[in-house]
């Protein structure tokens, strides 16, 4: 046996998996468990503040003044808008004293959408 042949293939196999696993770390894919678990969890964040922007929608149609409302929330920049419906309390969900940003912002992407 050569001793250069094999050694000359241990490290191309050696290299062989460096690229490999970094083609796939950085533009395949894969990622860490941690990576998953963090993804999981924004995702499903994300998931319920939309569900929760439903009923803050149901919440600004039941207001008298909303056609107002709707008007002076049109003029807002898009960072005031989430404020804004906060300030008016259709984002504080039943059972809750105060509100959870995401679903500030995910009601402010359903009424733009209806309106």
Do not use: H
């Amino acid at each position: 046996m050569d001793s250069k042949k094999i050694k000359l293939g241990l490290w191309s196999g050696v290299g062989g998996a460096l690229v490999t696993v970094y083609v796939g770390f950085n533009f395949g894919g894969w990622v860490t468990n941690g990576g998953a678990v963090a993804m999981a969890k924004e995702t499903a964040a994300t998931a319920v503040a939309e569900r929760l922007g439903s009923i803050c929608v149901a919440q600004f149609n039941r207001d008298k003044a909303k056609s107002e409302k709707l008007v002076e929330m049109k003029g807002k920049d898009a960072w005031e808008i989430g404020r804004f419906i906060d300030a008016q309390s259709w984002a504080i969900m039943p059972g809750d004293e105060k509100s959870d940003s995401g679903v500030a912002d995910a009601c402010a992407r359903q009424l733009s959408k209806t309106s």
